[in-house]
């Protein structure tokens, strides 16, 4: 038996059961502000595995969704916080809408990923009434990751509340950094 060091990386598909909850939900994420600025996403915590159904509103449910993983980050000011899911597919997403649907304004909150509230942080006040925007990401792997932001002082979404650049750039870049993860 010939012994790989170090020992070879997991297939992509693979990924979610076999890397440790750090490994898929880092420390610490990298982002930047519309204006330019360095700033970094804070793990908060991991809620534990969960059943789609559990995990994602009924508008974000995808077909072939084996289970969810789920964690609530913080950008660095606290001012904000996002839950980011994970949905683990059979096989490859089905195309998804990059725009809201037909009759709904852009302003109007996503059907996305559970927020994932943790207590005694800044995302103890974070809940299905908290998140004010979300964001999308997949690829060609088994993996999407939808994400439900919102801010951390516990304030609740209003019809027609637009999200801010910043808070829409939260949802959006930990999408994107955790699939990227993933499937990178």
């Given at each position: 038996m010939t012994m790989l060091w170090p020992p070879a990386e997991p297939a992509v598909s693979d990924r979610w059961r076999l890397w440790p909850a750090a490994e898929i939900f880092p420390a610490q994420l990298p982002g930047t502000t519309p204006s330019g600025a360095r700033t970094t996403y804070v793990l908060v915590g991991i809620a534990p595995e969960s059943p789609c159904a559990a995990a994602f509103q009924d508008g974000a449910r995808l077909p072939g969704c084996v289970t969810a993983l789920r964690a609530t980050y913080t950008e660095s000011t606290q001012t904000f916080v996002a839950t980011a899911g994970i949905a683990v597919?059979?096989?490859?997403?089905?195309?998804?809408?990059?725009?809201?649907?037909?009759?709904?304004?852009?302003?109007?909150?996503?059907?996305?990923?559970?927020?994932?509230?943790?207590?005694?942080?800044?995302?103890?006040?974070?809940?299905?009434?908290?998140?004010?925007?979300?964001?999308?990401?997949?690829?060609?792997?088994?993996?999407?990751?939808?994400?439900?932001?919102?801010?951390?002082?516990?304030?609740?979404?209003?019809?027609?509340?637009?999200?801010?650049?910043?808070?829409?750039?939260?949802?959006?870049?930990?999408?994107?950094?955790?699939?990227?993860?993933?499937?990178?």
């Open positions: 597919l059979t096989g490859p997403p089905p195309a998804g809408p990059s725009a809201p649907p037909a009759g709904r304004s852009p302003n109007a909150r996503p059907a996305t990923v559970r927020p994932y509230p943790v207590q005694g942080g800044p995302a103890e006040l974070f809940g299905q009434r908290q998140y004010i925007t979300g964001a999308r990401e997949s690829g060609r792997e088994r993996y999407v990751v939808l994400t439900a932001a919102g801010y951390s002082d516990g304030r609740p979404y209003t019809r027609g509340l637009a999200a801010t650049p910043r808070l829409r750039g939260v949802a959006e870049q930990l999408a994107r950094a955790l699939h990227r993860r993933l499937t990178g």
